[in-house]
């Protein structure tokens, strides 16, 4: 399996409901950060969670991360139907010099 | 201060031709990665360069695939002989320095279709 899996790979929600997201990753990293993607475009850095942190917060964004688990979750509260997109996350190892994204996770909110 | 730019934005190419892609980083940024998008599907490392130097080039396919970022002008993902499983969005990302944390930039891809 890949380092930085999301689950589920798909989700559908109505507006005003919640989205979570899980990442997982196999190495030990120094931050994890999670991006978007509307379809045809390019990548949005959305929020950064370092090693020792255990949660951050920006706007209606929730990140998690456990390092014992070697996981990572995104909650969106309150979602948009602007909010459809496809979501990923990404690990810098500890040695830093690149990122290692997930397969991603694809969020479609119903108005 | 523009970000980093990709082009062509998209790019049609028989089977057999060559792709070349350009990438210019933001302004400041002397490190260079590539990734590889298919389609559904997440971003793949492909080369991580800094000025004159393939610092990282293990996700890169073995043949037909280079990488360059010279001293001067933009960064040049070429592509020899293409497939149609080169079909993909290539991405470039910039960052000023080699360890990433939140300083890292991308752009909007080069689609690459092959036909």
């Known amino acids: 399996s890949q380092q930085g899996e999301e689950d589920p790979q798909a989700l559908s929600i109505q507006e005003g409901e919640n989205a979570t997201m899980n990442c997982s990753y196999k190495t030990s990293i120094n931050n994890l950060q999670w991006y978007r993607q509307n379809s045809g475009r390019g990548l949005v850095h959305l929020i950064l969670?370092?090693?020792?942190?255990r949660e951050k917060h920006s706007g209606r964004l929730r990140v998690t991360l456990d390092t014992s688990k070697k996981s990572s979750s995104l909650l969106i509260t309150a979602s948009r139907a602007a909010d459809t997109a496809s979501y990923f996350c990404a690990t810098e190892g500890t040695s830093g010099s690149r990122l290692t994204f997930g397969e991603g996770t694809q969020l479609t909110v119903n108005p | 201060n523009a970000g980093v730019m990709q082009n062509p934005r998209h790019l049609v190419r028989r089977r057999g031709q060559e792709a070349r892609l350009r990438c210019s980083p933001m302004?400041?940024?002397?490190?260079v990665y590539w990734y590889r998008q298919l389609p559904e599907e997440g971003l793949k490392f492909m080369v991580y360069?800094?000025?004159?130097?393939?610092?990282?080039e293990s996700g890169m396919p073995k043949e037909r695939f280079s990488a360059e970022f010279p001293k001067e002008g933009p960064s040049i993902l070429r592509i020899q002989q293409v497939v149609r499983g080169d079909s993909a969005a290539y991405f470039c990302?910039?960052?000023?320095?080699?360890?990433?944390?939140?300083?890292?930039?991308f752009g909007e891809g080069s689609w690459l279709t092959v036909v």
């Open positions: 302004k400041g940024h002397s490190h």
């Open positions: 990302a910039s960052s000023p320095r080699g360890t990433i944390g939140n300083t890292i930039y």
């Open positions: 360069l800094q000025k004159e130097n393939i610092i990282d």
């Open positions: 969670i370092r090693s020792n942190e």
